[in-house]
């Protein structure tokens, strides 16, 4: 059984694992039947709290992959340097993901105000913007979850 620091090391990584599972889950449980929606930047706007959540909770799955590289990098180390300092990588590089994908959310929800206040010919302009927000998101998520499949 292991005991000291690496005990507390898989610990902490262990409770990150699970806090940004959960909390990626539930971010997206709360915007994805939204944004499914052909009618989303109407949802989106009459939804604000909830979208608001949604990107919280993507937010902190973010800031716990972060914890998570920070939390095995000294145990990591020990084996392979480099191998650890990839592990920090990748994790870093789905935070990022996970930040991008809450940051288009929450333009998304700006853009959705805007789209329910303006006047016919300017919907479309918004609907397209909001299109290539969803594009962006959809596609930052996407990249989001490749890193953690390969990073220890």
């Not at 989106?44 to 993507?58: D, I, K, N, W």
Request: with cysteine; aromatic share 6%; glycine share 10%.
């Amino acid at each position: 059984m292991t005991t000291g620091p690496d005990r507390r090391a898989s610990v902490s990584a262990g409770v990150l694992f699970i806090t940004a599972t959960v909390t990626s889950v539930v971010g997206t449980g709360l915007s994805k039947p939204l944004l499914d929606d052909p009618g989303y930047l109407t949802g989106v706007s009459a939804h604000a709290t909830r979208v608001s959540a949604g990107a919280l909770f993507e937010l902190n799955a973010a800031g716990a992959c972060a914890g998570i590289a920070i939390s095995l990098y000294p145990v990591l180390r020990r084996q392979s340097a480099g191998l650890a300092l990839g592990s920090v990588v990748f994790r870093a590089m789905e935070a990022l993901m996970y930040t991008v994908a809450a940051a288009g959310l929450l333009s998304l929800l700006s853009l959705s105000h805007k789209f329910t206040t303006a006047g016919g010919a300017d919907r479309a302009s918004f609907r397209a913007a909001g299109d290539a927000l969803l594009s962006v998101r959809d596609q930052a998520t996407l990249a989001g979850c490749w890193p953690s499949a390969w990073a220890p």
